[in-house]
């Protein structure tokens, strides 16, 4: 028998994600998205629950400001189109913006390039050993870059988190963690090894998740988050 509750996530999924497509655009349908989501879940007995999905609607809107400001000042100004950009990304994996956001930021500010590759490598990680394993993961990598030597200290995270990235260094140099400290490998490589590896051995599990319980709820908080931002900027634009 079908999950009542599932079909509810996929029907509210598939609603706002035709709705809505850019911060800029279709407004109007972005709106309508809001009040049949809620219908859609008033329909299924699951209750209304918008605010246990994505706060209220200032609350999603001081959000996303404070995200578009974070990104504005890292990108030197292009904060709007970086957290479009990254948000459109996110809706289609099952990861929260916010904590998107929060990733992108800290890899930048670790002198990381954190592009959607790297990005979405993170969320395939997430998606095996828990959410907490994407903000970790990228911690570690930027506490390497910043350093700009190997440790024990950042090897030792990975582990916590569940990377064996001993591993990916012995099989990228065919040497040990000793031998590799004293080498001429630059960190830019070790870290390189370790996102591929990361990549071979994690590479599509977030894109497998979309459509299970966990994936599904992710994505569509983002769906009500973005929608919900639409349709209060809508009403700025109109008083």
């Not at 009542?4 to 911060?23: C, G, N, Q, W, Y």
Request: no cysteine; hydrophobic share 45%.
């Amino acid at each position: 028998m079908p999950d009542p509750k599932l079909e509810v996530i996929l029907a509210a999924r598939d609603m706002t994600k035709k709705a809505f497509t850019s911060f800029g655009s279709q407004i109007k349908l972005a709106r309508q998205s809001v009040f049949s989501f809620k219908g859609a879940l008033a329909s299924f007995g699951v209750g209304l629950g918008v605010k246990e999905l994505a706060g209220s609607f200032l609350d999603v809107a001081g959000s996303f400001e404070q995200m578009e400001l974070k990104l504005d000042a890292i990108t030197k100004g292009k904060g709007p189109e970086t957290l479009e950009r990254l948000n459109q990304w996110a809706l289609d994996m099952p990861v929260n913006t916010r904590k998107t956001v929060d990733t992108f930021a800290m890899m930048a500010a670790m002198g990381l390039d954190p592009t959607i590759k790297k990005m979405e490598t993170l969320v395939d990680v997430s998606v095996i050993f828990g959410e907490d394993a994407m903000p970790r993961v990228a911690r570690a990598l930027g506490q390497m870059q910043t350093l700009g030597k190997l440790s024990a200290e950042e090897l030792n995270q990975l582990s916590e988190a569940g990377i064996n990235a001993r591993k990916y260094l012995s099989e990228a140099f065919g040497m040990g963690v000793e031998d590799l400290k004293k080498s001429n490998v630059q960190i830019e490589q070790i870290i390189a090894a370790i996102t591929d590896g990361l990549e071979r051995d994690f590479g599509g599990a977030a894109r497998n998740a979309m459509n299970n319980w966990q994936g599904l709820k992710a994505t569509t908080v983002s769906y009500l988050e973005a929608v919900s931002y639409t349709h209060l900027r809508a009403h700025e634009t109109n008083d």
